[in-house]
Nanobody, 122 residues
Framework: QVRLVESGGGLVQTGGSLRLSCASS????????IGWFRQAPGKERAFVAG????????YYDASVRGRFTISRDNAKNTVYLQMNSLKPDDTADYFC???????????????WGQGNQVSVSS
């Protein structure tokens, strides 16, 4: 059974850091990507970062490139999102998702976690 669980969110000040985790119980055959998305109140769900499971190639949205780092620990079936130099605009509910191909499009992912709140104060 495919199950994704996010953790590690919280409240930090501008310039601070958080590390999100996405733990998976199992992945469907053909899954080759884990993506992170975020959704703030009144905003559409937006791609943040993703990683290819076959070669660990990362992919970042321009808004977080250079500040966020996605990585994978295959032994723990976990994908991490290290978030540095956080800004108030990073405040959102963060979701991880599993899909067949690394893409920035939310509809390219078939399995989603429950979300984890990140709040960045001014």
């Amino acid at each position: 059974q495919v199950r994704l669980v996010e953790s590690g969110g919280g409240l930090v000040q501008t310039g601070g850091s958080l590390r999100l985790s996405c733990a998976s119980s199992a992945l469907a055959f053909g899954t080759d990507a884990i993506g992170w998305f975020r959704q703030a109140p009144g905003k559409e769900r937006a791609f943040v970062a993703g990683i290819s499971l076959s070669d660990n190639t990362p992919y970042y949205d321009a808004s977080v490139r250079g500040r966020f780092t996605i990585s994978r620990d295959n032994a723990k079936n976990t994908v991490y999102l290290q978030m540095n130099s956080l800004k108030p605009d990073d405040t959102a509910d963060y979701f991880c998702a599993a899909g067949m191909v690394l893409t920035s499009l939310a509809n390219g992912y078939g399995y989603w976690g429950q979300g984890n709140q990140v709040s960045v104060s001014s």
